[in-house]
């Protein structure tokens, strides 16, 4: 007798689950976003410095654990990135909806937590530029160091006394790499 496969759609992951934890949807199966204290800091700390380099255009929203849908060839697939950028002339009416994110963000960044998989990051920078991303950034705190891979294929690597600009995507965004990591 074959076994019936439980396959999960993307609206549970706007759902409150009952443990309190957050998923991503992979191919249909629900996978719990292990993060990290330090990483969640890190990732508050990346949003603010980007609402900083929009306040005064308001140009976009930067939003962190928002799951988008973007990845229509891989079927019931959503994903979490833990900080995202979207131009307002990206989304429908330029403004956030209750709807699913069906559209790609200009910028993606995942921090890195002790327990994620090389492999599952390679997936989602794949995923992402696949998708449309114009940037990708890989923040590891331990290094101190942001790895940024762009639409074009270009990869550059960050380190702590680095300057990681936006130019193309948020022409006011300039900060010293340093800055996204917590100070003794």
Same mark, same amino acid.
């Given at each position: 007798?074959?076994?019936?496969? !439980?396959?999960?759609?993307?609206?549970?992951?706007?759902?409150?689950?009952?443990?309190?934890?957050?998923?991503?949807?992979?191919?249909?199966?629900?996978?719990?976003?292990?993060?990290?204290?330090?990483?969640?800091?890190?990732?508050?700390?990346?949003?603010? =410095?980007?609402?900083?380099? /929009?306040?005064?255009?308001?140009?976009?929203?930067?939003?962190?654990?928002?799951? !988008?849908?973007?990845?229509?060839?891989?079927?019931?697939?959503? =994903?979490?990135?833990?900080?995202?950028?979207?131009?307002?002339?990206?989304?429908?009416?330029? !403004?956030?909806?209750?709807?699913?994110?069906?559209?790609?963000?200009?910028?993606?960044?995942?921090?890195?937590?002790?327990?994620?998989?090389?492999?599952?990051?390679?997936?989602? /920078?794949?995923?992402?530029?696949?998708?449309?991303?114009?940037?990708?950034? /890989?923040?590891?705190?331990?290094?101190?160091?942001?790895?940024?891979?762009? *639409?074009?294929?270009?990869?550059?690597?960050?380190?702590?006394?680095?300057?990681?600009?936006?130019?193309?995507?948020?022409?006011?965004?300039?900060?010293?790499?340093?800055?996204?990591?917590? *100070?003794?």
């Amino acid at each position: 007798m074959a076994v019936a496969e !439980i396959t999960h759609t993307f609206d549970e992951l706007f759902k409150e689950h009952p443990d309190g934890k957050l998923y991503e949807l992979v191919r249909g199966e629900l996978v719990e976003k292990e993060v990290a204290h330090l990483a969640v800091w890190v990732a508050t700390e990346i949003c603010f =410095r980007i609402r900083l380099a /929009i306040d005064a255009t308001r140009e976009g929203f930067v939003q962190a654990e928002l799951p !988008i849908k973007c990845f229509p060839w891989l079927g019931e697939h959503g =994903r979490r990135p833990d900080v995202c950028y979207f131009k307002k002339s990206t989304l429908p009416d330029g !403004i956030p909806t209750n709807d699913a994110v069906t559209v790609a963000p200009e910028l993606c960044v995942e921090v890195m937590s002790p327990n994620d998989d090389a492999l599952q990051i390679e997936y989602k /920078i794949d995923e992402y530029l696949r998708a449309g991303v114009q940037q990708v950034w /890989i923040v590891v705190p331990e290094t101190k160091s942001v790895r940024v891979f762009h *639409q074009n294929g270009k990869l550059e690597q960050f380190r702590e006394n680095d300057t990681l600009t936006l130019t193309g995507i948020i022409d006011t965004f300039s900060v010293r790499v340093g800055e996204f990591f917590p *100070q003794k």
